[in-house]
């Protein structure tokens, strides 16, 4: 996976967000404070302006940017979170110019052991750890097994969506949503489910 494949991830990424703008925006309207989608939508719209104003020469560049590009433009707990899932993934990334299925791997881990070191979320809190560990852990259990990039990359966004969809029963423990208390319960959380985006995203990007 070159720096053509990673740029394609994120044109995938904005076009599901803008698309799903409206639905994370519910989400969030019934947990938290009815931004969500729109905070995204706006943070991809300025990587997409970033990206092309400079465009960078590793995939490992190109994530640190989307990274750093997320955490100016998008305010509240997502842009930070997000931002630093991207920039741990670029820097693990390095300067290679070809990312491997084990490397990409590595990647997720890394940006899962970002947003765990920014937000101190466990899975079970209901927040986008939920959608983003069982995804990190489907794609290493892929890569350990052999299977085709398209098949670990099918099997990370099933576990990220399954893990989405997952959340509705838990009592948020974490970020807005956890204000309500028991009140959170019974509704997906806004970053599990663009998480799960960001997933599909990927699978979308390999099937290009
Ligand atoms: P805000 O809550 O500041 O308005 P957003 O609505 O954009 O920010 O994002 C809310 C999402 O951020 C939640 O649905 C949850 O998935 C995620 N989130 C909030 N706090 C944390 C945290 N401490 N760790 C991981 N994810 C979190
Ligand atoms: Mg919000
Ligand atoms: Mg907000």
Redesign the pocket.
């Known amino acids: 996976m070159n720096t053509e494949f990673f740029a394609a991830w994120i044109e995938e990424i904005t076009s599901a967000v803008r698309a799903g703008r409206d639905h994370l925006t519910e989400?969030?309207a019934a947990?938290?404070?009815?931004?969500?989608g729109t905070?995204?939508d706006r943070g991809f719209t300025a990587v997409g302006e970033a990206l092309a104003a400079a465009p960078p020469g590793t995939p490992g560049a190109l994530l640190v940017l989307t990274g750093t590009t997320l955490i100016r433009k998008?305010?509240?707990?997502?842009?930070p979170?997000y931002g630093t899932a991207f920039r741990e993934m670029g820097k693990a990334f390095g300067e290679a110019t070809e990312i491997s299925p084990a490397e990409l791997s590595a990647g997720v881990d890394a940006a899962l052991a970002g947003?765990?070191r920014?937000?101190?979320?466990a899975e079970g809190?209901?927040?986008?750890?939920?959608a983003l560990a069982p995804a990190a852990a489907a794609l290493s259990r892929a890569v350990r097994d052999g299977l085709k990039p398209e098949e670990a990359l099918e099997a990370a966004a099933t576990a990220a969506a399954g893990g989405a969809r997952a959340?509705v029963p838990l009592q948020?423990r974490?970020?807005?949503?956890?204000y309500l208390g028991p009140r959170s319960v019974g509704h997906e959380?806004?970053?599990?489910?663009?998480?799960a985006l960001v997933f599909g995203a990927l699978r979308a990007a390999a099937s290009r």
């Open positions: 989400l969030d947990i938290g404070d009815a931004d969500h905070n995204l998008v305010g509240g707990a997502s842009g979170l947003v765990r920014l937000g101190s979320a809190d209901k927040t986008m750890v939920d959340t948020a974490k970020g807005r949503a956890s959380d806004p970053g599990a489910a663009s998480t």
